[in-house]
């Protein structure tokens, strides 16, 4: 059973940056693939970003490509959403995710963050 909790959302405007954290406990951190997901109001959940156990070639919805970075750090077990260039249409909920048997396009995720308000003023 892995537990996740996502901190750093917040207010910012246009053109600003911020740094997402979520931090993992209950399970072997190392081995499992993780990924952010976003939900705006009225809007389906999305996949932004997605980091694998080996930390190779990550994946980045195109909208963020250039933008947004995905890392992970194994001595803290914490993987980092950091988003540069922020846009309006970024405001959503942010959702840390973590699965052993997740697929390139985020499917198979098993454990799931509260999420974490992000809100981008023009």
């Known amino acids: 059973q892995v537990q996740l909790v996502e901190s750093g959302g917040g207010l910012v405007q246009a053109g600003g940056s911020l740094r997402l954290s979520c931090a993992a406990s209950?399970?072997?951190?190392?081995?499992?693939?993780m990924g952010w997901f976003r939900q705006a109001p009225g809007k389906e959940r999305e996949l932004v970003a997605l980091?694998?156990?080996?930390?190779?070639?990550?994946y980045y919805v195109d909208s963020v490509k250039g933008r947004f970075t995905i890392s992970r750090d194994s001595v803290k077990n914490t993987v980092y959403l950091q988003m540069n260039s922020l846009k309006p249409e970024d405001t959503a909920v942010y959702y840390c995710?973590?699965?052993?048997?997740?697929?390139?396009?985020?499917?198979?995720?098993?454990?799931w963050g509260k999420g974490t308000l992000v809100t981008v003023s023009s």
């Open positions: 995710s973590a699965g052993l048997f997740a697929t390139r396009t985020g499917g198979g995720m098993e454990f």
């Open positions: 980091i694998s156990a080996s930390a190779s070639n990550p």
């Open positions: 209950g399970g072997t951190f190392s081995m499992y693939s």
